[in-house]
């Protein structure tokens, strides 16, 4: 599915645009909906055929893992998207972000990331999970609206936020045998922000008012309302994902295209080159031009 548009300028001046002879595919937030994004990358393949540019990029947003229904596939075709000659750059998203800091020990995360789709990236890897702790999803979507960075979850001497230590313990040993190494490695890998031309890749957003080389590690992943409120020209088009609209957002100084793949069913990726743009999308929603 396509959705062309116009590109928009950062603040003012010339508009945006990719290197020369460029061009850019951006992928949005994924959450384990590997069908749509084995559907997204037959897309890109289909659309980069024929193209003059000697230089392809994909970039992944981040989020691969976490709800939808099969992490596990969403990383392989990370690893192996099938576009030979692209530049790949896997950026890393607060959920990557959950997961590396369990594996690493941190009990309280852990305790967190149960809330918010680490279950099912664990059993999608094939361990059996069952949340000990039930929360009502409306009061976890308002929290996750709340947050622009991860809560620091107290810890007790025998229980992590309502949830047994041994347990999480138990659980965190189990799920780090269960990664195939080069899946391990993936995440480890990922990378926060990535730059072409006058574009900036991020996962969630940045801070208004901080420079580019002085943002946060948190802040990329995690940002959310103070990002998108702004109407700050931050010098770039910032193109992130992590807050979810029905549709592709796009502002004089960013580009939102986190279209809820694992609850709506459409996973979207942006088309940059030169000072074009246009949106591929896989999934349920018609292709429009305007």
Not at 50 to 72: I, K, P, T
């Amino acid at each position: 599915m396509i959705r062309l548009r116009r590109a928009c300028p950062a603040g003012t001046g010339r508009p945006p645009r990719t290197p020369p002879d460029t061009v850019v595919y951006a992928i949005g937030d994924i959450h384990g909906s590997s069908a749509l994004l084995h559907q997204i990358l037959e897309d890109i393949r289909f659309d980069s055929r024929g193209r003059a540019e000697r230089r392809r990029v994909l970039v992944f947003l981040g989020d691969y893992v976490s709800r939808g229904a099969d992490s596990r596939a969403v990383v392989e075709l990370a690893l192996d998207p099938g576009l030979p000659g692209f530049e790949v750059v896997a950026l890393k998203g607060n959920n990557e972000d959950l997961l590396l800091r369990f594996l690493d020990g941190k009990l309280s995360v852990g305790a967190h990331w149960l809330d918010y789709g680490g279950a099912e990236t664990m059993q999608h890897y094939g361990l059996r999970v069952v949340n000990p702790r039930s929360r009502d999803p409306a009061e976890l979507e308002a929290l996750r609206w709340r947050s622009e960075s991860l809560p620091d979850y107290g810890v007790s001497a025998t229980a992590v936020q309502g949830v047994d230590r041994t347990f999480l313990e138990d659980l965190r040993q189990r799920f780090a045998a269960s990664l195939p190494r080069r899946h391990r490695d993936f995440f480890r890998s990922l990378r926060v922000a990535h730059r072409e031309g006058d574009y900036y890749f991020v996962h969630a957003g940045i801070r208004p008012g901080v420079p580019l080389e002085a943002q946060t590690d948190a802040d990329c992943m995690w940002i959310r309302q103070s990002f998108l409120e702004s109407d700050a020209d931050h010098g770039v088009v910032v193109v992130h994902g992590h807050s979810i609209a029905p549709a592709p957002e796009v502002r004089h100084n960013r580009i939102g295209i986190d279209t809820g793949a694992y609850r709506s069913g459409v996973l979207t990726c942006l088309v940059l080159r030169g000072t074009e743009h246009k949106f591929l999308q896989a999934g349920g929603i018609t292709g429009q031009r305007g």
